[in-house]
């Protein structure tokens, strides 16, 4: 059954000229199935740069968004259009509108993990893998208004050694793991490096050896000596290391850290999307240009 649902996706992927995108969180199915699996950064560079005319983006709403304004002429398609990510919507562009008028003078920074219409009221965009070199490339003299995620919003305040103006949003999968569960798991697994996201709270990121974006994670996991790692982050990127590096060990901190939405996709839906060339994911022109200056500075910085 699943082997005739690969052979009909492979099919029509060809037939609508089509690329398929995975996020490192994805379902194993979706990841094995993708041209291209990647974190948000590395996902959002490879969309503006595709030659198909059709995109499949599995991942979050935000995603592929992001995809349809750097790849305006593309059509993006997803496979289920309600996996939203909660944290995306914690802030509202009326709400950020209002955060502005506070503090006229300040840069405002979004996080990726934002809607297009809060990416259209901002300054700069980032990523986790590039949040602290943009940060830190701004002025120090300016206020810095960083939405939504105030986990990564503190990460690089750490790092830069500078106060933001953060907005409380948080990331409802990665808050699930504990101080406790990453004891165990150095316990378990002794001398293991344990890396998570800056998505953490800060308790868990000094717990923690590294604070990493997912695609980083991969990029360790590839330079490291270590043959075992502890990962604090969504499930997903369990199957990611594993298939990248058959040779090593790859334990999750916590059986809790799942992304619902993350998860919303599957083969099954993945196959209709084709079939229908729907549900599509266009973000309207006049949005999409404001919020395009955003992100054209996200992917410009390494
Ligand atoms: P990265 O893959 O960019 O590290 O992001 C993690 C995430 O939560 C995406 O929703
Ligand atoms: Fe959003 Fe967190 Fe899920 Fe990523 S893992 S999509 S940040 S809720």
Redesign the pocket.
């Known amino acids: 059954m699943t082997q005739d649902i690969v052979a009909r996706i492979n099919q029509l992927k060809k037939q609508r000229d089509a690329v398929i995108l995975a996020?490192?969180?994805q379902i194993g199915e979706i990841q094995d199935i993708a041209d291209f699996t990647?974190?948000?950064?590395?996902l959002s560079r490879k969309a503006a740069a595709v030659k198909e005319s059709v995109i499949v983006f599995c991942?979050?709403h935000?995603?592929a968004e992001t995809a349809s304004i750097l790849a305006p002429d593309k059509t993006v398609l997803v496979p289920d259009v309600k996996a939203g990510?909660p944290?995306a919507n914690m802030i509202t562009a009326e709400q950020l509108v209002e955060l502005k008028s506070q503090h006229p003078e300040a840069l405002v920074v979004c996080y990726?993990?934002s809607t297009a219409d809060v990416k259209a009221h901002c300054d700069y965009c980032c990523?986790?893998?590039n949040a602290v070199k943009l940060v830190g490339s701004l002025p120090r003299d300016r206020e810095i208004i960083f939405v939504p995620d105030r986990h990564l919003g503190s990460y690089v305040e750490e790092q830069l050694g500078r106060k933001l103006i953060l907005w409380p949003g948080y990331?409802a999968?990665?808050v699930k793991i504990t101080v406790d569960e990453i004891v165990a798991a150095r316990a378990a697994h002794p001398g293991a490096p344990v890396i998570v996201?800056p998505?953490c709270p800060k308790s868990l990121r000094e717990a923690a050896d590294y604070s990493?974006?997912?695609?980083?994670?991969v990029a360790l996991a590839a330079e490291s000596a270590h043959t075992e790692f502890l990962i604090g982050?969504?499930l997903g990127m369990l199957h990611r290391l594993r298939k990248d590096f058959p040779a090593k060990k790859f334990y999750p901190v916590s059986e809790k850290a799942l992304?619902p939405n993350?998860k919303k996709n599957t083969l099954e839906k993945l196959l209709w999307a084709l079939e229908n060339m729907e549900p599509v994911v266009k973000v309207p022109s006049e949005i999409a240009k404001q919020a395009l200056r955003s992100l054209e500075n996200m992917v410009a910085v390494l």
Do not use: A, R
């Open positions: 996020h490192n969180y990647g974190d948000s950064l590395e991942g979050v935000f995603m990510c944290m990726v993990n990523t986790s893998g990331c999968t990665h996201h998505e990493l974006s997912t695609g980083q994670m982050t969504e992304c993350m």
